[in-house]
Structures are given as C-alpha cells and as structure tokens.
C-alpha cells in the first residue's frame, strides 16, 4: 500500500516557477511508477507527466520542455518543477503510482493523493 501527499501548489504569476512535491509512505515506493496529472474546472483529469521506477524513463504530455518530473527514492519524494507557467495550466494536479510500467493512463494508477492546486495569473 501506497500513501500519496502532494506539496508546493499555490498562486503564481505567468512565467513564473514551481516545484511540485509527491511524499510517499511505504517501503516499496522504489517499484512503482509515478504520475502526475491535472484537472481544471469542468475537465476531465488529464496526464501531465510520468517517471519509471528507476527514473531512468520520463514521458510528458505537451508541456515537456517547460515541466520536468524526477524522483528521490532516498527520500520517498517525486517531484514536478513547473517552469514559464501559463494561465491554462491552473488545475488541481495530483501525483499518481501504479506498479508496473509509466503509462499516460489515468485508470491504470491504483494509488492517488489529495491534490494540490495551482493557479496561475494572468
């Protein structure tokens, strides 16, 4: 079992910066793959980015080159830096772990956090 606490969200200015942290508990935190993905107002949750196990594979949707997602097993911790933010990427972003493989899907993550919000001014 795998628990999920998000950190970092908050209000920003557009063009501005911030990293997203994911705690997790459990000693098996090293094998599963982890996630993040977005909701805003009246949207479906959608996948921002994902990390292997190892951290040896990264996938992005088309925010790759201004997000970057890593991950400290030492310290149980995945990570989204968020650079030159814009107004649409306000959502609620939530971190995600499935055993296996990184995916794009949303329904193949068994564990999820709370959510942290982000908001971005214009």
């Known amino acids: 079992q795998v628990q999920l606490v998000e950190s970092g969200g908050g209000l920003v200015q557009a063009g501005g910066s911030l990293r997203l942290s994911c705690a997790a508990s459990?000693?098996?935190?090293?094998?599963?793959?982890m996630g993040w993905f977005r909701q805003a107002p009246g949207k479906e949750r959608e996948f921002v980015a994902a990390i292997s196990w190892s951290g040896g594979n990264t996938f992005y949707t088309d925010v790759k080159g201004r997000f970057t997602i890593s991950r400290d097993t030492a310290k149980n911790t995945v990570y989204l830096q968020m650079n030159s933010l814009k107004p649409e990427d306000t959502a609620v972003y939530y971190c995600a772990a499935r055993v296996g493989g990184p995916s794009y899907s949303r329904n193949l993550y068994e564990h999820w956090g709370q959510g942290t919000q982000v908001t971005v001014s214009s």
């Open positions: 459990g000693r098996t935190f090293s094998s599963y793959a």
